[in-house]
């Protein structure tokens, strides 16, 4: 009752996208602006400028521009971490696909440290510097800068903090959104639901200990740690390339479908400053969309297609010995899977189209006939035998 015609009301929550959306539908009808705007950063967002996001009604855009953007975080280079994403709930949509990367990029980095400290044997003092050294090439970032921290905090009786902590992740929903949204559009988002499920697993802290002592670890050494940590900080930039690979291809077939052509490039430069994933990787993100800005994988792009074939041995290698070693690697090995299923021509999903056909007629298509044309086959014949015929249907 409030609210007149042309009256602009914006969200800054951690709204859910279909409800930016429905939101924006009904003010509209009403002529007033809705607008959701994701907002990330943090506290530390909060006193220097976070990154923003906003969509909803393009009309209200030029009348907030200069506002947003005026209090967005700004990057190296002095633009804002802040420009229009498109219409409806684009904003609040980008906003949960970055939170999800950044659940991606945490259970990355946790798994790089489980492996040191279990295969290593480093301490925290060796795992301040190691990050420290990783957080000068391709792998800085604002999580990993943060991680190196975290290894330097003590208690007043000079033991690390980090040992003392409880290891029983929280969530607050928004890593859930995202895997659940992949499933609904059928993309394999499959990294950054194993590190929602791999937070879902640390709360179990109480049969995690029952179990620990009904089954014995693996008995096995790391022979070369210099060439044992150096696989772990491949896998880690290798891993990082996938989850932002499925990121991407899960905004695109959000932008097809709602029809808010995304500017993907643009959305990697709001993340450059101000939000918890912001990294110089995003940067080479920008790069590939600028060089092909219908590129359907980041994995299609000359750079990246060079960095994960330069790391891929390592990658295997780091795999393999923390399974050797029993060390959990829930998002580096769904993240080796995925870039091997993706980059097979052929999948074993003809036997799984066969047993659909066989048990419940689902039918299937064939290598020697046009896509579009469908079979069945009676597997099992009449009376026993194992006679079958085929048909098109």
């Not at 925290?124 to 921290?149: K, R």
């Amino acid at each position: 009752p409030m609210l007149e015609t042309g009256d602009i009301v914006i969200d800054g929550g951690n709204s859910h996208f279909p409800d930016t959306q429905r939101r924006y539908e009904t003010l509209k009808a009403k002529g007033v602006l809705f607008v959701g705007a994701g907002v990330s950063g943090g506290e530390e967002g909060a006193r220097q400028g976070p990154s923003i996001m906003p969509g909803g009604n393009p009309a209200a855009w030029p009348q907030i521009k200069s506002i947003f953007q005026a209090i967005a975080a700004k990057s190296e280079e002095g633009e804002p971490c802040c420009d229009w994403v498109g219409e409806g709930g684009a904003g609040h949509y980008v906003k949960m696909v970055h939170n999800g990367i950044e659940y991606g990029d945490m259970q990355l980095i946790c798994e790089a440290y489980d492996l040191l400290k279990r295969g290593a044997h480093l301490d925290c003092p060796g795992l301040h510097q190691l990050f420290s050294e990783w957080n000068q090439g391709p792998l800085n970032s604002y999580l990993i800068e943060i991680t190196a921290d975290i290894f330097t905090k003590k208690e007043t009786d000079g033991s690390f903090l980090l040992d003392k902590i409880l290891d029983a992740a929280g969530q607050k929903g928004t890593g859930k959104w995202t895997g659940i949204d992949a499933l609904d559009r059928g993309v394999p988002l499959s990294l950054i639901g194993e590190a929602v499920f791999a937070r879902c697993l640390s709360a179990l802290t109480e049969e995690r200990k029952k179990v620990s002592s009904q089954y014995q670890a693996p008995s096995y050494s790391v022979q070369d740690l210099q060439s044992f940590i150096e696989a772990t900080k491949n896998a880690l930039y290798a891993s990082k390339i996938i989850s932002y690979a499925q990121g991407f291809m899960l905004m695109r077939s959000a932008s097809q479908e709602h029809k808010w052509n995304l500017n993907f490039g643009a959305i990697a430069l709001l993340w450059r400053g101000g939000c918890i994933i912001r990294s110089r990787f995003l940067g080479k993100i920008k790069e590939a969309f600028s060089r092909n800005a219908d590129l359907p994988s980041l994995l299609f792009d000359p750079f990246f297609q060079q960095e994960i074939s330069r790391c891929v041995p390592a990658w295997r290698k780091s795999v393999a010995e923390g399974v050797m070693l029993g060390v959990p690697l829930p998002c580096f090995s769904t993240a080796l899977a995925f870039f091997d299923g993706y980059r097979s021509e052929t999948l074993p999903a003809n036997l799984l189209q066969a047993q659909r056909d066989y048990f419940g007629a689902h039918t299937y298509e064939r290598i020697d006939r046009p896509r579009g044309q469908f079979f069945h086959t009676n597997w099992t014949g009449t009376g026993g035998s194992v006679s079958s015929t085929s048909y098109n249907v």
